[in-house]
């Protein structure tokens, strides 16, 4: 194959270069167990930089999303109101506690929940709103905030992809009670795999420390606060070791310009596939003024048309790995069992089966993209 015929993958996970460098310090320094010097350069970086009142590194946002659940106290036949277009751990975090999810549409322009159908979802079980900033692109957060705090209910934000990205100037992760972040392999500041809990309601900020170091107050031993840890309550081991957070240190050193080199690309592919559009073929992502993105994903909604699987084989014979997006969590197994729907979930379905994600990571060129456009073009 020449070059401009290189098979172009889905996802290429980008490294800054330092990561092994800092890593071997902390195999040099000998400090392998958690919350060590890498854990704390990565918490304050995202205190300062997210503005974010207690920043927690966990082994992966699922572990974010399961303190989240321990923290809000979740028990047997609460419910917690999500969206049914979402990853698993977003449900499962809260069924583990024995929650009832209870599953919502998605708004047709940013794919995000559906805001105005919250109302119709709420009983005097719910317990918490979990919105999920899809691709990057903020939830309209300021109803949310308002109806939870009408109805004296928590919200968890999953912004498993929202890193950076902001909702009228704030980041992500940041308005809700709790927020959690993914450093998963396939977003955009990475570890292999590794999340982030915020904490913006300090009321939650000792029982995280005791939830996080298995249910103990090591970490106010740690500071001196006591002479001795014992047990406290439940918790489990939610956090990373040090030579992963080494790893994500040198990342987040670089997570600015990680988010410009994808903005750019982001940008490109909304540039050249603006003609699609307008020709009926596919829709554009649809980002509102009150949000500006992290370029976590580009996805296009194929018209109805076209045979979504057919499109995916075409472009994988011409060598680009595009890929579809959630299955459905109201309609899949464990959503049946476990959750209930309120109200038709028409969009949820449709962009399930309309959706395609296009490749995105740093190392792409425009030509790459060309040849991306070139087979959509011709469908
Ligand atoms: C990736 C992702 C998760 C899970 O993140 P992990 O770090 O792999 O646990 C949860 N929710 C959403 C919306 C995600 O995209």
């Known amino acids: 194959m020449s070059e401009q015929e290189r098979f172009i993958d889905f996802n290429r996970p980008y490294m800054t ?32 930089n997210l503005n974010c009142d207690r920043a927690f590194l966990t082994n992966s946002c ?35 506690r024995g929650a009832v999810p209870v599953f919502v549409d998605i708004r047709p322009d940013t794919l995000n929940l559906d805001e105005k159908y919250l ?37 968890v934000e ?17 308005i809700g009670h709790l927020g959690t ?25 000792q029982n995280a420390e005791i939830f996080r170091e298995k249910g103990t107050d090591r970490s106010r031993f740690f500071r001196g606060e006591v002479d001795k840890y014992s047990w406290q ?22 997570a600015d310009s990680i988010i410009g080199k994808r903005r750019k690309i982001w940008d490109y592919y909304h540039q050249i596939l603006e003609p699609l559009e307008k020709s009926g073929l596919l829709r554009r992502p649809i980002i509102p003024d009150y949000c500006n993105h992290n370029a976590h994903m580009y996805y296009v909604l194929l018209d109805k048309r076209l045979d979504r699987d057919i499109v995916l084989a075409k472009l994988k014979s011409k060598g680009i790995q595009a890929v579809f997006h959630y299955v459905p969590l109201h309609s899949s197994p464990a959503g049946l069992k476990y959750g209930r729907c309120s109200g038709e979930m028409t969009v949820t379905d449709a962009t399930s089966e309309s959706l395609i994600r296009l490749p995105l990571w740093i190392g792409m060129t425009e030509r790459d993209q060309d040849r991306a456009f070139d087979i959509l073009k011709s469908l």
């Open 233 to 254: 309550s439940i918790g489990s081991s939610f956090l990373p070791g040090e030579l992963v957070a080494a790893f994500l240190w040198a990342q987040l050193e670089e």
């Open 181 to 205: 972040l993914s450093f998963h392999e396939t977003k955009n500041v990475i570890c292999g795999e590794g999340g982030a809990l915020l904490v913006n309601e300090p009321g939650f900020v």
């Open 17 to 48: 270069g330092k990561e092994l460098y800092y890593i071997a310090e902390a195999h040099f320094m000998g400090k392998l167990a958690g919350d060590g010097p890498f854990t704390k350069r990565c918490h304050a970086w995202l205190q300062k």
């Open 158 to 174: 999953d912004a498993a992809q929202g890193i950076i990205s902001t909702y009228k100037g704030k980041f992500l992760g940041t």
């Open 119 to 155: 109302p119709f979802a709420l009983t005097e079980r719910t317990k918490a709103i979990v919105p999920v900033h899809y691709a990057g692109v903020s939830c309209d957060m300021d109803p949310i905030m308002a109806l939870a705090k009408e109805r004296g209910i928590h919200v």
């Open 62 to 96: 699922t572990a974010a999303l399961e303190m989240s659940a321990l923290l809000l106290d979740i028990s047997p036949g609460d419910e917690v109101i999500l969206p049914s277009f979402t990853f698993v751990s977003t449900a499962n975090a809260f069924v583990l």
